[in-house]
């Protein structure tokens, strides 16, 4: 491909995934030193936290970095199948980021106050927020195979859109879970996430591919 | 193109939107982890906050997240464009991302003395900083096309020039507003990234060549 | 290769990369800002610290930064030899991402305890994590040559994979003394990493395919 | 290249440049941050600084952005001519970025007592560690041309570590100057890094072979 052609054809996503996994990674690491503020910044003698001190403060970092790490994963995959970006598409990904920085407030919030509704749902709107716009990001670019290659298979753009709008309803459950039982509410917070580690239908599709 | 050529050539532009994009991210998120250090690092109790509370941190940690993300999108297009870079644009650049450091601290004091003139004054000042420099970037660059493609389209260049332009008039009238009304002024600071969200003549070009 | 054949074949290694170099610079370097903060915020008159007030911080932070420096460069040769990544290997890197988020933490516990029990077991068990996971991550990818080359020589594997078990032996090693004598855990903490430094097997093999 | 070739020649230096960039991005942004954490975290009222109080940190913080600028484009170009990396190079550059990530607090030291000798002095030592060991690299990689291309003018190499020696002597005059008058000492400080924002020998090398 010449220089010319590059310049000609719609704005490329290196830079926007660039920029997504920056953010990213600054939230996901930035929560774990500030449980090492105390004992750096420090200049006298700093008594040895006890386990339970502090770990609840680790227990919340970790749930802030899986929480992060599925959406993370997510964006990836919606990602590798987009062959170029324009506008709306870098704008709904801008919103995506700005609701991901939003995560370790709500997250942190969860785990102070777990059995209070309040937090319960703002958690639930939070990942709702993401959820959406990961969505309506996959959407608006598979929409007519605007943003991705022609030849992409139908199967693999429903298998996608499927797994990706199973969040939103697993959120929604969980928020109106909330009015019932917040205990009830909060395992479904907990229990969901690891429904995205599993692989799906469309990791069969990269590996088919590869045999042949 | 060998690896020979490859060296030969001036400098790429790779690295320049990859420090680029690490300071944006890093700004972006940064400032909204700060909402949540009260909730990671404490030990004890933590209340919850009512929305009351937090809610003012929020909307400028949502307001800044936007400015920054209208001039991340104005990097991307205009470094689009760009063939090589040579030392006076990486300058240029520099001297662009010490403004965009500069960005939370404005937008953070305006959030909190929205009807002060000062605040206006320096918040204008600072988006005038980093508006010049984007259009100084994209007017060295272009000039004699010195670091883009030969056969770059002029119509895209006035395009870009003036889309660009449009930035520095917007501060200097929200500037020159606050000496008749802070209202006015602010309205106009609120309004104006909006602008940049809409597509302009330059998607159009996008879109004519995929479909050509 | 062909757009189309890039969507076809399982996931890139490129994302991976980033966000884990986003989360490894990220760590290594907000540990020496905070060296600076009270330098940089104090509004009023600083004294100049003596060198024993901070000598333990920086001490501190080229510890953290050193060893961390080990596990990045393990982790770029690992990812060197592979090829693709899948679900699998994705929840793996992120896990390692996860740890690598916490040994700022257990560096700066055993800093300010170096002669506790307490803390040289935590911060042996966090490096145990750090290094299981990267081992897991070669393991998974070279079974079967699943996610490397068909090609890819079984003595380059085979170094590889005994390079790196060196690191959990050491940090079983390091526990274990701890139990005897907590300064002779602490020697084993501080000069193993500088092992890792040292060129190996592997190092020949680059050197050797660069001269034919 | 096949994707064989690749695992075959010696480490890449994209992950090297990319974990460059993200700690010199990171250290260039949070000081920005840390003017802005209490305008962001306070709940309640919040007075409006007057300009001489942030004056000093706004001040501290373009001084240190614009020294790390220096120091980033330095590494930047070293690294244009570099075609692969090894075990060896990597770590020199690990010991780089360790010494970068000290500037940040040897710069605000000096921005705070830029009259006493021992601030001069500490930062003039950590300038000196982070050009040394850019030195170092640019000298161990064109070694016999070692990681470099074979038809690597000898001119450019060069012109090039006259430009990096320059660094050190500056920094060697500046600390000796400390100990006949503080504020000569600063003053060579403050002026030297303008020194490289000039265009140099290399510059003209990459301007006469675009017009080739």
Redesign the interface.
């Known amino acids: 491909m010449s ?2 052609n590059e ?6 996503k290196t ?5 997504t ?23 006298g003698n ?1 008594p ?2 006890n386990l339970n ?2 770990g609840a ?2 227990l ?3 749930l802030s ?2 929480i992060l ?1 599925v959406f ?2 997510g964006h ?2 919606v ?3 987009f ?2 970006t ?3 598409l ?2 709904l990904n ?1 919103l995506f ?2 609701s991901i ?2 995560v ?2 709500s997250t ?2 969860l ?3 777990f059995s ?1 509704q ?2 319960l749902i703002a958690y639930g709107l939070n990942l709702l927020a993401v959820q959406f716009l990961l969505y309506a990001s996959f959407w608006y670019a598979t929409l007519h195979h605007h943003l ?2 022609a ?2 298979d139908p199967i693999i753009v429903q298998s996608a859109r499927r797994r990706i709008l199973l969040g939103p309803c697993l959120s929604i459950a969980a928020i109106l879970l909330s009015f019932i039982d917040p205990l009830i509410s909060l395992g479904t917070y907990l229990v969901f996430p690891a429904v995205f ?1 599993l ?1 799906g239908r469309l ?1 069969a599709f ?2 088919r ?2 045999t042949a």
């Open positions: 220089a010319r310049s000609v054809v719609g704005l490329g830079r926007v995934e660039s920029l996994d920056g953010i990213f990674s600054a939230v996901m690491t930035v929560l774990g030193l500030n449980l090492t503020l105390p004992y750096i910044t420090a200049t700093v040895l936290p001190e502090i403060s680790i919340i970092y970790m970095f899986f790490a993370w994963v990836h995959i990602f590798h199948y062959r170029r324009d506008r709306t870098i704008w801008n980021l700005l920085g939003l370790p407030l942190a919030l785990g102070r106050h209070e309040a937090p991705v290659d030849e992409l580690v692989p990791d990269w590996r591919q590869e």
